[in-house]
């Protein structure tokens, strides 16, 4: 035996193809044989002919939003989430440990990987009672015709950002950024998507979002970034704010400078705006106070939606259900990158002002609920039209509104809320949209401790009868004004720097 494994090893040819053979295992190539690949499309990219010619698919697009409201009203629909399919991860390998990506660039502002518009990518540690993996990957990005996503199997394509060597995959958590009892169509709108990618350790990373296999160059490498840390610890709640894209013509660079210093005066740590198109001395405003307080962030729509500034604004002004789907993407955008610097995301316009009654700023009246486990801290609604403003005191459009309506709208109509980091997955306008645990409830911040002034110059479209009747019963409102001494001082300091 000893003298037959000498002369085997003796060939070199023969030891060749041992060490070959050791090579190949130890490379560990995995093909997963037993899965077909699937081809995932770009529905925006088909024309509107190829889309109709299918009558029947025409017909049960428009069909099955009906039947949806059906089983609405009549208590069938059940929930959606999955929570028992989170635990489990399996991670694949569909590349080749030889695959390398080396054409790592900087996110433009969308970066798609078919069918997905991705905007920006989070890693995520918090605790949350779903995902096996604590440490993930939160991607904020929009797709047309949710219904075809939700039908389909994502995975992301993890590669190493030291190496750039592909590392594993894993199959992507999908949320839809969107509840079906607003508006039950899915297959005609560009719908905002949370993609949650498990990791299986600490590594930096890049990746692609694909099917079943391995993607291919011509799929752009997603980058993703660390939320803003914790500079410090401070024992009272810390509060970031969040607004939508801004698209104005109109110089509101006076409401603007006045919105800001209340956000400052209540004990806002920090404002990120989004913004489309704006005025030149709004823009200015915004500079100016682009210094550890502001962040000013421009925005575009993903997909084949308008680019232009005049083409945008028509569209955004005549599509309100597109126009809302959209907004979502900001609003989360702005969540993850405050999850670890700030314990409340407050979600607000800039005709909104939320004004704690009992204390004298948001961390201190926060510091009340700290105990509550909660993750919409809901703030009621009083509305405060243009009408009674005081002309003389046009330099503080906000704080010259003397009145405001007599009633409230309810415990959530148009109410806005603090939404708690350690809590929350996803977010929408007015509160919390998907949890990380289970049972966690909305609180109603009683009327006595907070009110949300929302100032309009009519009642919202949409309201229906719902404001209609609260422009006739308007009493006298000083909530603001007896607070507003070094609000006052700072407008116009700032006014005076800005030459406005």
């Known amino acids: 035996m000893l003298r037959f494994l000498a002369k085997f090893y003796n060939s070199s040819t023969k030891l060749a193809i041992i060490t070959l053979v050791l090579l190949l295992l130890r490379l560990k190539l995995f093909s997963n044989k037993n899965e077909s690949s699937v081809e995932i499309k770009a529905l925006d990219k088909i024309d509107i002919e190829t889309y109709l010619s299918d009558f029947h698919q025409s017909f049960n697009s428009a069909l099955e939003p009906l039947q949806y409201m059906n089983k609405l009203t009549t208590g069938k629909v059940v929930s959606e989430e999955n929570f028992e399919s989170y635990g489990h991860v399996e991670y694949k390998y569909f590349c080749s440990k030889f695959t390398k990506r080396n054409d790592i660039k900087s996110n433009i502002q969308w970066t798609f990987n078919t069918p997905f518009y991705v905007l920006t990518a989070y890693y995520d540690n918090r605790e949350n009672e779903f995902l096996k993996s604590k440490q993930n990957i939160k991607i904020i990005a929009s797709a047309y015709n949710s219904s075809y996503i939700e039908d389909n199997t994502f995975y992301c394509h993890m590669f190493s950002k030291q190496t750039k060597q592909y590392l594993y995959s894993s199959k992507v958590i999908i949320r839809v950024l969107w509840n079906r009892g607003w508006d039950p169509r899915v297959g005609v709108f560009y719908t905002a998507f949370l993609l949650t990618c498990p990791t299986q350790d600490t590594e930096e990373v890049f990746l692609n979002i694909g099917s079943n296999s391995c993607p291919g160059k011509k799929s752009k490498p997603i980058l993703v970034d660390h939320p803003l840390q914790k500079l410090s610890n401070n024992s009272l709640p810390t509060v970031s704010v969040c607004v939508k894209g801004l698209d104005f013509k109109e110089d509101i660079s006076s409401r603007l400078i006045e919105w800001i210093e209340w956000q400052k005066h209540f004990g806002v740590k920090h ?14 405003v915004l500079d100016y106070y682009e210094n550890n307080f502001v962040t000013s962030i421009s925005l575009t729509l993903p997909g084949y939606q308008p680019s232009t500034n ?9 599509n309100l259900l597109q126009k809302r789907r959209n907004e979502l993407i900001s609003y989360n955008d702005c969540f993850y990158r405050h999850i670890h610097d700030s314990d409340y995301v407050l979600i607000i316009d800039t005709d909104e002002i939320i004004v704690p009654l009992k204390e004298n700023n948001y961390p201190n009246m926060l510091k009340h609920f700290e105990k509550i486990n909660s993750a919409s801290f809901m703030v009621q609604n009083v509305f405060k039209f243009t009408r009674n403003m005081n002309s003389s005191n046009l330099e503080f459009p906000l704080l010259s509104n003397n009145k405001r309506s007599l009633q409230k709208q309810g415990k959530e109509s148009y109410a806005k809320s603090f939404i708690k980091t350690k809590f929350t997955t996803s977010v929408f306008t007015h509160f919390a949209l ?5 049972n966690i409830k909305k609180f109603y911040v009683d009327r006595q401790d907070s009110l949300k002034l929302h100032f309009r110059k009519n009642c919202p479209k949409n309201s229906m009868d719902l404001c209609d009747d609260t422009i006739k019963d308007m009493e006298e409102d000083t909530i603001l004004k007896d607070q507003s001494e070094n609000v006052k001082i700072n407008v116009l300091k700032v006014r005076q720097i800005l030459g406005l």
């Open 271 to 284: 404002i990120t705006f989004y913004t489309y198109s704006i005025e030149n001395n709004t823009s200015k």
């Open 310 to 318: 005049e083409t945008r604004s028509k569209f955004i002004s005549n």
């Open 434 to 438: 998907h949890k990380q645990f289970r």
